[in-house]
């Protein structure tokens, strides 16, 4: 249990990476994969099995349902974790939407690689952003969270972040409604793209370029207020 809940209306930094800092995507395939459920089981309703929902073997983002648990502001999956920044929309969303994520794609993980037990380092870390000027720091941070790691050239495939939604004006998986909200309060997307660019240059002056062994438990301390 969390010592304190997560409150519906509020926005969160959501981060987790994979058990004993093993790499939770092996292919390009289990990417696509992640992605899908991240898209499918951001909803209300139950889903027992995203094999039932496919209709192609193409995976791609879908539109995001309408009755989503948390609406996504940020994102940036790297090759042995990940960040978001949510806002939980429904009492208990961002529990139940990281719940689902988590277990579906453990799932499938260990049924392709004949694995058991956890591929998460337990539930999922969360901070909550209840400061302009952190949340503005994170943001940026989780927008471009692959370009402060030193990832290697043969796992960059294995990358998939919001930054392109956002220079692109283009939201798939970001909420709409918060995407152009955060174009806004930033005057546009160049100017977006400059202070995340600037977020990200600060963290590499502050620790360097890490690699992606290093634990980011610090983050939070290290680039607040």
Known sequence: MRKQPLVTGEYYHIYNRGVDKRDIFASKKDLDRFIESICEFNRVEVIVSLANLRKTNEIAPKALSENPLVAIVAYCLNPNHFHFVLKQLVDGGIA???????????????????????????????????????????????????????????????????????????????????????????????????????????????RGKTSLLEEEDFLDAQIAL
């Open 96 to 206: 139940k939407f990281m719940q689902k994520l988590q277990a579906g794609y453990t799932s499938y993980f260990n049924i392709k690689n004949s694995r058991t037990g956890s591929l998460f380092q337990g539930t999922f870390k969360s901070q909550l952003m209840n400061n302009e000027n952190y949340f503005n720091k994170i943001l940026g941070y989780a927008n471009k969270n692959y370009q402060v790691h030193n990832i290697p050239k043969s796992k960059m495939n294995l990358v998939f972040a919001s930054d392109y939604e956002y220079e692109n004006n283009n939201f798939k998986i970001v909420s709409k409604i918060e995407g152009k909200r955060i174009l806004e309060i930033f005057n546009g997307s160049k100017n977006f793209k400059k202070h995340c660019d600037e977020i990200v240059s600060m963290v590499r002056e502050e």
